[in-house]
C-alpha cells in the first residue's frame, strides 16, 4: 500500500527501539500522562454533570418551574390554568398559595416558606409525593391546618407526625409598628426527604388553610403553577401566558428563585474543566521535549534524508506525524478509559464501600447516596479535540528545528 514518505518514517520512527531507552521512556511518560489526563477530564465533568442532574431532578422537581399568579387573589384559578394549557410547552398548571414566615416549636424559630397545595393535584407539578418518609401528602384535609415539612426541619426540632407547630405570618396593620405577627397552630401530617436545601426551608399545607390565614374566601388563591417540558425556557413562556392574559397577572420562574445556585453549579463545572485542561497541556507539551531529544538523536538521518532529496517540509512533516500518533494514542486511550470509567463509577464506589465496610456518601452528611455519574457525548469529544490539538501544536517547534538542520554541519558532527 502507497505511504507518503513522511508517514511511513514518521510512523517508523515510532514504532523502532531507538538507541536511546530514556527518550523512548520519556515518550511513554507523555503518552501516559496524556491518557491520564482525557481520563480524568471525561470523569470528572461527567460526575459532575450527574451531581447537576441530580440536583436539577431534586431541587426544580420541588420548585414552581413557573408561576402565573394575581396581582389580587384569584376567586377561580381555572381560567387562568385553561389559558396556561393552551401553551404547547405547558405540561400541566395547579392552585397554589405562597406564606413566608417563621415556625416555632417549644421557643425556638427558624424561617420557613409554606406553600398551599392541592394535595390532589400537586403531583402533576410535584415530585414531593415520591420522596415522602412518614406520613402522606394526602393527609392534608382542608379545615385541620395539617402541614407536611422537610427532613432537616423535623431532625432540627425532633419533630414526628401528629406533633404540634406554631406557624408565624407577618401581616400588615395599622399600629405603628406596622407589622404585626399573624399565628396559627399547624400538625405535623407528613415528612419528606428529597436531599436538599428544601428540606429544611419548605413546608406545605392545604391551598384551603392557606386561604384562611392569608383571611381570604375559601376558593381564592395566590395563582397557578406550572409544570413545563423545557425548564430553560420558563421566563419565555410565562412571560407570553401572562401576555396573553392581560393586565392584573404577574409571571415568576425558578431562574429567579434557584438561578445563581446553577449558575454556580455551571460556572464550577467550566472552572474545574479548565484546571484539569492544564494537565492534558503539560502531558501534550511533553512531547515537545520527546520530539526535540529525537531529533538530536537523528540528526544523522536527517542530514541522510536530506542529500538523497528531501526537502525540509517533508522532514518537518516526519516529526510532526510521529508527535502526532504520540497525541493521538495517549487520547484515544485515554478517551475510551475515560468513557468506561465514567460509565461504570457509581459501581466502582459502591464496590469499593462493600470492601471497606465504610459509607463514603452517607445520606445523613450529603445530600445524595451515591455519585451520580452522566456522560455526554459533547464532552467527550471536546476533551478528545482539545487534547488531539494541543499535541499537534506541541510537534509544531520541535519538527521545525528538524527542518533547519543542514546536512553539511549534522554529517561533520
Known amino acids: 500500500m502507497f505511504r507518503p514518505l513522511a508517514i511511513f518514517i514518521g510512523t517508523r520512527y515510532t514504532r523502532a527501539k531507538r538507541r536511546n531507552h530514556f527518550i523512548s521512556f520519556i515518550s511513554m511518560t507523555s503518552m501516559i500522562g496524556l491518557g491520564l489526563g482525557v481520563l480524568a477530564m471525561i470523569v470528572v465533568l461527567s460526575v459532575m454533570n450527574g451531581f447537576q442532574q441530580e440536583m436539577s431532578s431534586r431541587i426544580l422537581g420541588m420548585v414552581p418551574h413557573a408561576t402565573v399568579a394575581g396581582v389580587q387573589p384569584l376567586g377561580d384559578w381555572r381560567p387562568a390554568a385553561a389559558a396556561a394549557m393552551k401553551n404547547p410547552e405547558v405540561l400541566a398548571a395547579v392552585p397554589y398559595t405562597n406564606l413566608e414566615g417563621m415556625v416555632s416549636i417549644k421557643g425556638a424559630m427558624q424561617p420557613i416558606e409554606i406553600s398551599g397545595v392541592d394535595p390532589a393535584l400537586e403531583p402533576k407539578v410535584s415530585i414531593i409525593g415520591q420522596h415522602m418518609t412518614r406520613g402522606s401528602l394526602a393527609a392534608l384535609t382542608p379545615g385541620d391546618f395539617g402541614v407536611v415539612i422537610g427532613d432537616i426541619t423535623a431532625r432540627r426540632f425532633r419533630l414526628s407526625v401528629g406533633d404540634k407547630v406554631t406557624l408565624i405570618v407577618p401581616e400588615a396593620s395599622t399600629e405603628p409598628g406596622g407589622i404585626t405577627p399573624r399565628m396559627q397552630r399547624l400538625t405535623v401530617v407528613g415528612i419528606f426527604k428529597v436531599g436538599a436545601e428544601l428540606d429544611g426551608s419548605m413546608g406545605l399545607i392545604n391551598v384551603v388553610d392557606a386561604a384562611q390565614i392569608n383571611r381570604w374566601s375559601a376558593n381564592q388563591v395566590q395563582g397557578v403553577r406550572l409544570a413545563l417540558k423545557d425548564l430553560y425556557k420558563a421566563p419565555q413562556v410565562s412571560q407570553a401566558i401572562v401576555a396573553g392574559l392581560g393586565a392584573g397577572y404577574s409571571a415568576d420562574d425558578w431562574t429567579h428563585t434557584q438561578g445563581s445556585l446553577f449558575s454556580a453549579m455551571k460556572m464550577e463545572k467550566t472552572m474545574i474543566g479548565l484546571l484539569l485542561l492544564m494537565i492534558v497541556a503539560v502531558a501534550a507539551f511533553n512531547i515537545i521535549a520527546t520530539l526535540i531529544m529525537v531529533v538530536n538523536d537523528k540528526g544523522a538521518d536527517i542530514a541522510i534524508l536530506r542529500t538523497l532529496g528531501a526537502t525540509p517540509g ?100
Not at 361 to 384: R, T, W
Request: hydrophobic share 55%; net charge negative.
Open 314 to 413: 517533508q522532514i518537518m512533516t516526519i516529526f510532526m506525524v510521529q508527535g502526532s500518533v504520540i497525541g493521538v494514542i495517549g487520547t484515544i486511550v485515554g478517551g475510551v478509559l475515560g468513557v468506561i470509567a465514567a460509565i461504570n463509577v457509581s459501581a466502582l464506589v459502591g464496590w469499593l464501600e462493600r470492601v471497606t465496610g465504610q459509607q463514603i456518601f452517607s445520606s445523613d452528611l450529603y445530600f445524595v447516596s451515591n455519585l451520580p455519574s452522566k456522560l455526554e457525548g459533547s464532552d467527550v469529544a471536546m476533551i478528545c479535540a482539545a487534547g488531539l490539538i494541543m499535541s499537534f501544536l506541541a510537534t509544531i517547534y520541535p519538527a521545525w528545528r528538524a527542518a533547519q538542520i543542514q546536512p553539511a554541519y549534522a554529517l561533520r558532527e
